[in-house]
């Protein structure tokens, strides 16, 4: 069983651009009802009709936009060179193929000049181990696409063990969130005929009961969505009957974020129970077990979740302090109950400790093998993988044997066997694949190319000092031996949210087209994300959200503080949640910076919970309808905060049409805005890409290019004060 976080939230970094806006924009005779409870209306938002992500009126918009940052940006005469060398990394040859284990061979998804929609293939261990593995194509993503005339996006499979060889394979038109499922067989390499397939594009997913039988949570039609757009519940849905006639086993409520069944495996591909969720929040759950056609609810905090099975236990994780059984279990602990009995009595089992944290430690995924459990696990935002297994009545673990100081995930890890890989990488150094089949230690099986000169090239951390006095952590990866009088160009970084932690990773295209050409990159490790745990980011939620954005600023100023950048060469970039983490800045400190990347952003947010899947992420932000917590979001939305009089760094926002998770509206209504003001920005709208920001590795490299253009015609070239 491998592990899967109900937390998880998908984000993508971008980089950074500018473009000189005149005339406003009108907004006479454009419609919307206004949500009510104090949320802004068309009457005081004339850019509300451009949260209709494919109006006619709002693609002309958009058209337009483009014309100008593409010609402003594509004419520079070091574009084509940055794209090339961009796209030369993404399509390169000798990049690791990164594999998933099943039982019939290692899978691989590749991309490449020949390929941008992607080959599902596989090969065998004994040929992956070699410098050309002989893949086998499974299936042909552009084919098929070309044949429906679809721009498909592969989005994974869900197959059915322990064979695996039947599976419902996910499609994405244009990289949306919501996708179509259709039923793969791999060994005859071919959609079943007549099998199962869902045809209507929705969030939502499937897991196998047996070969006949899916368990389903989809958009069922009216009454089966929650307000954030996702499935509330589960069916059971047997082959050769229609999908709507597929009975109910479980219903959540309509104001729940999302809720479903799912089933409680082990390695073997064995179901002990069928379990359900509600998630109340985003952050928070509440879990069943169906016992006797009965759903009985788990007595475990909204802020633990069951983790897996490993040696007859099945294993809590939680992100709160547990107070059961006369015992405190502490936050991020990992516990475990004997699993039959657990099966007799979910909630009289008794619990005893895998796992607690030390001081800055926290988990960082995980993976279930045949035979033992391996947790990532954080040190002080430094890597490390710990192996644990049952002996003797005890648990017991090990560290497992990888290199020191360096970002150390696991990769793939097999059901049946012990087979396992690991990556270790920093932000110099290319990544490296390990192997280990179980018996013997971790050794190198591949590694990837240096796609830039590192020589002259060094990694600093430091600390700055947030507004309430808290230490915050950043990475610089600056030319060693730099002058430190203020006259790097610097791109810092930062998410800071939804507990995610952002860690030293090779820095590959921003390596060639920004540090091999004299600029510095700067990673900030913030409160909200998840570098040391759950307490790290809760202290940065909702009415504390401000913090991240106090401690952003703080690291921008203290790079000034210390000589290493000015003002004038300091850009800053995020996407998603970093990119209202980029907004919060230029519209709090605009003095403090001249480049901004707001990479497919949240931008207004007094109505995101009313675009794209805004009202899933209330638990990090608050709700706008509520006064009291409408004020936390007024304190820093920087959609309302972009006001006449302030001269603003000029923002780079870009966004992709077929984004439905944060959606386009928020970069465009950023962008109006700017444009009502006459403040000078950049717009880019790919059609396609999603959430992602990009479907193949040629849009990849023009948004890179893009984006590296701009920021050194802000922070490099001497008429923008660089």
């Not at 409870?37 to 058209?63: F, H, K, M, N, T």
């Not at 929609?117 to 410098?131: C, I």
């Not at 998603?576 to 403090?592: C, E, F, H, Y």
């Not at 590795?697 to 890179?704: D, G, I, P, S, V």
Request: proline residues 5%; contains cysteine.
């Amino acid at each position: 069983m491998k592990l899967v976080s109900t937390k998880a939230i998908s984000w993508a970094l971008a980089a950074a651009m500018t473009v000189t806006a005149t005339s406003g924009l009108s907004a006479d005779d454009h419609k919307a009802e206004a949500p009510a409870d104090g949320v802004p209306g068309p009457e005081q938002d004339p850019y509300i009709w451009l949260e209709e992500a494919r109006s006619d009126e709002a693609l002309e918009w958009v058209e337009n936009e483009n014309k100008l940052t593409l010609a402003a940006l594509e004419t520079d005469p070091r574009f084509e060179q940055l794209k090339s060398e961009a796209l030369a990394i993404y399509d390169s040859e000798d990049r690791i193929p990164y594999v998933s284990f099943r039982p019939d061979g290692l899978y691989n998804f590749w991309q490449d000049r020949e390929n941008p929609k992607g080959l599902l293939r596989r090969t065998t261990l004994e040929s992956y181990q070699t410098d050309e593995p002989e893949w086998e194509t499974i299936l042909d993503v552009d084919a098929l696409a070309a044949t429906e005339g679809k721009e498909w996006v592969y989005k994974g499979s869900t197959c059915l063990p322990p064979a695996r060889n039947l599976c419902m394979i996910a499609l994405s038109d244009g990289g949306e969130d919501a996708t179509i499922m259709r039923e793969f067989d791999t060994s005859t390499k071919s959609f079943v005929e007549g099998g199962f397939a869902i045809e209507e594009k929705s969030q939502g997913g499937v897991s196998w009961i047996d070969e006949n039988t899916l368990l389903v949570g989809r958009d069922f039609g009216e009454g089966t969505l929650t307000e954030s757009e996702y499935p509330f519940t589960s069916r059971i849905w047997v082959r050769g009957t229609a999908l709507a006639d597929a009975s109910e086993v479980f219903r959540g409520q309509a104001d729940d974020v999302w809720a479903g069944a799912s089933l409680l495996r082990d390695n073997s591909g064995t179901i002990h129970a069928m379990t359900a969720f509600r998630g109340v929040s985003f952050h928070e759950s509440e879990y069943f077990v169906s016992i006797d056609d009965d759903w009985i609810k788990l007595d475990i905090p909204k802020k633990a979740n069951p983790y897996g099975i490993v040696d007859g236990h099945l294993l809590y994780s939680t992100d709160v302090d547990w107070e059961t059984d006369g015992q405190t279990f502490p936050a991020d602990s990992l516990i475990a109950v004997n699993l039959e009995e657990w099966k007799a009595d979910p909630n009289g089992a008794k619990k005893t400790l895998v796992w607690a944290p030390a001081e800055r430690q926290t988990k960082r995924g995980g993976a279930i093998t045949g035979n033992a459990l391996f947790v990532g696990m954080l040190d002080n935002v430094v890597g490390k993988v710990l192996q644990f297994n049952f002996v003797d009545g005890a648990w017991v673990s090990e560290q497992v044997d990888l290199p020191d100081n360096a970002t150390v995930g696991i990769a793939a890890s097999s059901d049946e066997t012990d087979q396992i890989m690991f990556t270790v990488t920093d932000f110099l150094n290319p990544t490296t694949l390990y192997y280990s089949d179980g018996t013997s230690a971790p050794t190198v099986l591949k590694t990837s190319p240096s796609y830039f000169e590192k020589a002259g090239m060094e990694v600093e951390q430091h600390e700055a000092t947030s507004a309430d006095g808290t230490k915050i952590p950043y990475f610089i990866v600056k030319p060693q031996g730099m002058e430190m009088d203020g006259s790097t160009a610097t791109l810092m970084s930062g998410y800071g949210g939804f507990q995610i932690p952002r860690l030293p990773g090779y820095l590959g295209s921003t390596g060639k087209l920004w540090l091999e050409r004299g600029g510095a990159y700067v990673l900030a490790n913030l409160r909200g994300g998840g570098e040391f745990g759950p307490n790290w980011h809760q202290t940065a939620i909702r009415e504390n959200k401000q913090r991240t954005w106090d401690d952003f600023i703080a690291v921008g100023q203290d790079l000034v503080d210390r000589g290493f950048t000015s003002p004038e060469h300091l850009g800053i970039q995020g996407g998603s949640q970093g990119g209202l983490l980029v907004g919060t800045a230029i519209t709090q400190r605009p003095d403090l910076f001249n480049a901004a990347i707001v990479a497919i952003p949240l931008f207004d947010m007094l109505r995101y919970h009313v675009i794209g899947r805004g009202a899933s992420w209330i638990g990090e932000y608050g709700d706008p309808r509520i006064e009291e917590q409408r004020k936390w979001i007024e304190g820093y939305s920087p959609y309302q905060k972009i006001t006449e009089g302030v001269d603003y760094p000029t923002p780079f926002l870009w966004a992709s049409t077929a984004d439905d998770r944060t959606h386009p509206a928020h970069a465009r209504k950023g962008a109006a805005k700017l444009k009502e003001l006459g403040q000078p920005y950049y717009y880019f709208e790919d059609m396609t890409g999603g959430h992602s920001g990009g479907v193949d590795n040629e849009q990849r490299a023009k948004l890179q290019a893009l984006q590296y253009i701009y920021l050194m015609q802000q922070l490099m070239d001497e008429k923008n004060g660089g």
